[in-house]
C-alpha cells in the first residue's frame, strides 16, 4: 500500500521563476494539506483540498496556488519566487473529517537562489 | 487563534534513560493533539494522537503521552530511549472541527550510548 508520494525530491530555482510540486495521496485518502517546513522550524499550514476545491487556507500569499484533480492527487504552485521560499514543502492526505489523522510524504526540498 | 510551545529545543539524553518531552498548546477551543516525529530527510511520522476518552494515551515505538486540561499540557514520555529514537518530535494541535494543524518549533531528541 502505497504512503504519500511526491515528486520532485528536490529542486533549485531562480528567484523570479515559478515552481510546480506535485502529491499523490495514501490510497483510500481525498483530501491534500500542503505545508510550508523552513529550516529549524515547525511546519507551517498552506492550504488544504478535498473535492477539487480549497477547502482553508494558511496565511500565505496569492502567489501560492493549488489545484486537486478527481484523482485526488494535488500540485502547489508558486510563482515569482524568493529566496525566502526555500524550504521543505510537505504534503499531507487524509479523510475529510477532523479526527482524521495526517499522513505525510517524505517532502519536496526546494531552493531558490 | 492556537498556538504551540516546545520549550526544549534539543534534549540529550543517554541510551535506556528515561526521556519526558515538554508540549504547551493554547486554544480557546475543544482541541486534537498530535505528536510527530521527524527523522533527517524524511516527512512526519505520528506518533500517537489524542482525540477523546482516556487522558493518557500510547502510540507507536514505545511512547505515550498524557493530556492535562488544566495545564494545556500534551507531554511525550519514554521510558526507556534507543539511539535509533534520535530524530525531531513535533507537537501539534487543531481544532476539533477541522484539520489544519499547528506546529511547534520542535525538539531534537539526542540519544548517545
Known amino acids: 500500500d502505497a504512503g504519500v508520494t511526491q515528486s520532485p525530491t528536490h529542486l533549485i530555482k531562480t528567484r523570479g521563476q515559478q515552481v510546480t510540486l506535485r502529491c499523490s495521496p495514501k490510497s483510500g485518502h481525498d483530501t491534500v494539506s500542503w505545508y510550508q517546513q523552513a529550516l529549524g522550524q515547525g511546519p507551517q499550514f498552506i492550504f488544504q483540498?478535498?473535492?477539487?476545491?480549497?477547502?482553508q487556507r494558511g496565511n500565505f500569499p496569492d502567489r501560492f496556488s493549488g489545484h486537486q484533480f478527481p484523482n485526488y492527487s494535488s500540485e502547489l504552485n508558486v510563482n515569482a519566487l524568493l529566496l525566502g521560499d526555500s524550504a521543505l514543502y510537505l504534503c499531507a492526505s487524509s479523510l475529510p473529517w477532523g479526527n482524521s489523522p495526517l499522513h505525510f510524504g517524505n517532502g519536496t526540498r526546494l531552493t531558490v537562489t | 487563534a492556537q498556538s504551540v510551545t516546545q520549550l526544549d529545543s534539543q534534549v540529550p539524553v543517554f541510551e535506556e534513560a528515561p526521556v519526558e518531552l515538554r508540549c504547551n498548546y493554547s486554544s480557546s477551543v475543544s482541541v486534537y493533539l498530535f505528536w510527530y516525529v521527524q527523522y533527517p530527510n524524511q516527512g512526519l511520522q505520528l506518533l500517537l494522537k489524542y482525540l477523546s476518552g482516556s487522558t493518557l494515551v500510547k502510540g507507536i515505538n514505545g511512547f505515550e503521552a498524557e493530556f492535562n486540561k488544566s495545564q494545556t499540557s500534551f507531554h511525550l514520555r519514554k521510558p526507556s530511549v534507543h539511539i535509533s529514537d534520535t530524530a525531531e518530535y513535533f507537537c501539534?494541535?487543531?481544532?476539533?472541527?477541522?484539520?489544519?494543524?499547528?506546529f511547534g518549533t520542535g525538539t531534537r531528541l539526542l540519544v548517545s550510548p
Open positions: 483540498y478535498y473535492e477539487e476545491e480549497e477547502r
Open positions: 501539534a494541535v487543531s481544532n476539533t472541527g477541522f484539520q489544519k494543524l499547528v
